[in-house]
């Protein structure tokens, strides 16, 4: 159990990550169809994937696509 969250926040935050890993699911992990269908912008989606530790279907948990083609030992370093 998370301190300093009580048993509604808990199920709040679990029902939050269960919407929005069940979009992804209904729209087969395209994330800008999922993102529409909840009536919000990808970005935010993405965001949101992210602060509630979802993973589409390619196991990404949101951000930024070129991070996953850059496999240079620079990283991001070429993206700044």
Avoid: C, W
Wanted: no cysteine; net charge positive; charged share 30%.
């Amino acid at each position: 159990m998370t301190p300093g969250i009580n048993a509604y926040e808990r199920r709040v935050l679990a029902f939050k990550r269960d919407l929005l890993a069940e979009a992804l699911a209904a729209h087969d992990g395209h994330r800008t169809r999922a993102a529409a269908s909840l009536g919000m912008q990808r970005t935010y989606f993405v965001r949101l994937l992210r602060l509630y530790g979802v993973q589409d279907g390619r196991g990404r948990l949101g951000g930024d696509r070129r991070r996953e083609v850059n496999n240079s030992p620079e990283g991001d370093a070429n993206y700044a």
